[in-house]
């Protein structure tokens, strides 16, 4: 393709790549087009300065979304070569993607295509049953794809060391007011085009569940039981921690949440034990890996639920100005 990409191929990959998760859905991004190329910016705005001083979560959203619009423009048959990062006098500008040799999408482009409208994040417990060991490597197959690992948690007691490790950092983080406050801040109980719906939130969270809660539960539950038997936790890590690793690992967390839902499986993320640095220490060094942990993910097969509300796509465009 010798010419750029249009505003047509902006719009339409722009509106697949909003549906890419954030920390409590505030859609921290902004897409561009610059010389023929479509560009991922982080939007500072959006970003939670008492969760995510560093801006890491921005970072790993804009990751995820770049990921879905690699996808939309593969399927649209005007693929992209990415460069990360590419202006180091522009920071917020995470990447810029241009056309490539154009090319029929692969079978996996297109069925992952086909799995971003229906991924959510599905607080719920999970049933009992185990996720085969197929779907494991897909899962695995997926993190390594995009130059990620995800080191899948085997056995009780590695899953309640975890959750030690999580519970933790979830009480650290708690005691903060303003970590409380934006979390408040960001949970709707009226339609809304960004946050987190109170119906999404899940169930409360208890003392005795191995792993905690973000808080935004809101349905109550019978006192004393478990949560669900013995979830599949996975933590998706990344080579380094520098701004391009965290974009990078995006990009794994939005490959592997898509091939979870392509293959039934359903999943919610975790990341207090990352937002708190001894926590994400810890965990490093319990999974004597070498990397760094991005984020969690507890993996199951769960019930029905809905995507959550996105902004207009509109409202994330920067569009070039037509001289009249
Ligand atoms: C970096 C990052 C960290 C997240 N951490 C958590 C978390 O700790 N707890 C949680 O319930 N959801 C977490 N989420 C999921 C978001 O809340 C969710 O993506 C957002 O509300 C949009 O909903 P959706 O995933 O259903 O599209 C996280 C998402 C990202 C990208």
Redesign the pocket.
């Known amino acids: 393709m010798d010419i750029g990409y249009t505003a047509d191929h902006l719009r339409t990959a722009a509106a697949t790549a909003v549906?890419?998760?954030?920390?409590?859905?505030?859609?921290p991004w902004r897409f561009r087009l610059r010389d023929g190329g479509i560009e991922v910016l982080a939007d500072p705005s959006r970003r939670l300065p008492a969760t995510?001083p560093s801006g890491?979560?921005v970072r790993?959203?804009c990751g995820?979304a770049l990921f879905n619009l690699r996808i939309a423009l593969a399927v649209a048959g005007v693929p992209a070569r990415v460069r990360l990062r590419p202006d180091p006098a522009e920071p917020d500008l995470l990447a810029r993607l241009v056309p490539d040799i154009p090319r029929r999408p692969s079978p996996t482009e297109q069925s992952l295509h086909l799995a971003i409208p229906r991924?959510?994040?599905?607080?719920l417990p999970f049933w009992p049953d185990p996720v085969p060991s197929d779907a494991r490597w897909r899962l695995g197959d997926a993190a390594r794809a995009e130059g990620c690992w995800l080191e899948l948690l085997i056995g009780v007691s590695a899953v309640n060391a975890f959750g030690e490790i999580a519970r933790s950092a979830h009480r650290v983080l708690e005691r903060d007011p303003a970590y409380r406050a934006e979390r408040e801040q960001?949970l709707r109980h009226e339609p809304a085009p960004d946050?987190?719906p109170a119906s999404?939130?899940?169930p409360q969270h208890e003392p005795q569940d191995v792993l905690p809660?973000?808080g935004?539960g809101g349905r109550d539950r019978a006192p004393g039981r478990d949560f669900e038997p013995e979830p599949l936790v996975g933590v998706l890590g990344s080579v380094g921690n520098t701004a391009i690793d965290q974009v990078v690992a995006?990009q794994a967390?939005q490959r592997v949440?898509l091939t979870a839902t392509d293959v039934g499986l359903a999943v919610?993320?975790?990341?207090?034990p990352?937002?708190v640095p001894t926590a994400r220490e810890q965990l490093r060094v319990s999974l004597g890996r070498f990397g760094t942990p991005?984020?969690?993910l507890r993996i199951g097969y769960g019930q029905p639920?809905r995507?959550?509300p996105?902004r207009e796509v509109d409202e994330v465009l920067d569009l070039p100005v037509v001289p009249a």
């Open positions: 549906r890419a998760p954030s920390l409590h859905n505030t859609q995510d890491w979560g790993v959203a995820a991924r959510f994040s599905n607080r960001w946050g987190v999404a939130g899940g809660g973000r935004f995006g967390l949440l919610s993320l975790l990341s207090q990352i937002e991005q984020i969690v639920g995507p959550t996105r």
